[in-house]
C-alpha cells in the first residue's frame, strides 16, 4: 500500500531524509540500473481517451484554418464579416 504524506522540508525525519538522498541522486543521473525495474515500466503508458479526443479536434481546426486562409472564398467573406467563421462554428 503507498501512503503519501507531507513532510516539511527541514524536519529530520528518517525516511524523508532517504527520500531527499534518492531525488538527488536521480537528478544527477544515478538511477537503477534497467534491470532492476520493474516489468510495468517497460511498456507504454496509458493513454486518456479524452486528451486524443482533443487532441484530434485541434488538429482537425488547425487544418480547416490553412485550408480557409488559402481558399479564394475567405477574401470575398471578409468583406461581408470579418468574424467569419462564428465562434460557434469554431467550438464544435
Given at each position: 500500500?503507498?501512503?503519501?504524506?507531507?513532510?516539511?522540508?527541514?524536519?529530520?525525519?528518517?525516511?524523508?531524509?532517504?527520500?531527499?538522498?534518492?531525488?538527488?541522486?536521480?537528478?544527477?543521473?544515478?538511477?537503477?540500473?534497467?534491470?532492476t525495474l520493474p516489468d510495468k515500466l517497460f511498456?507504454?503508458?496509458?493513454?486518456?481517451?479524452?486528451?486524443?479526443?482533443?487532441?484530434?479536434?485541434?488538429?482537425?481546426?488547425?487544418?480547416?484554418?490553412?485550408?480557409?486562409?488559402?481558399?479564394?472564398?475567405?477574401?470575398?467573406?471578409?468583406?461581408?464579416?470579418?468574424?467569419f467563421p462564428p465562434r460557434q462554428y469554431?467550438?464544435?
Open positions: 500500500k503507498f501512503t503519501m504524506k507531507w513532510i516539511s522540508a527541514h524536519s529530520e525525519v528518517e525516511r524523508n531524509e532517504r527520500v531527499d538522498e534518492e531525488a538527488k541522486a536521480a537528478a544527477e543521473g544515478k538511477s537503477s540500473h534497467w534491470t511498456y507504454p503508458l496509458p493513454f486518456s481517451v479524452s486528451s486524443l479526443v482533443q487532441e484530434t479536434k485541434d488538429q482537425a481546426k488547425v487544418k480547416w484554418k490553412q485550408a480557409w486562409d488559402k481558399s479564394p472564398r475567405k477574401a470575398q467573406y471578409d468583406k461581408i464579416d470579418d468574424q469554431l467550438a464544435i
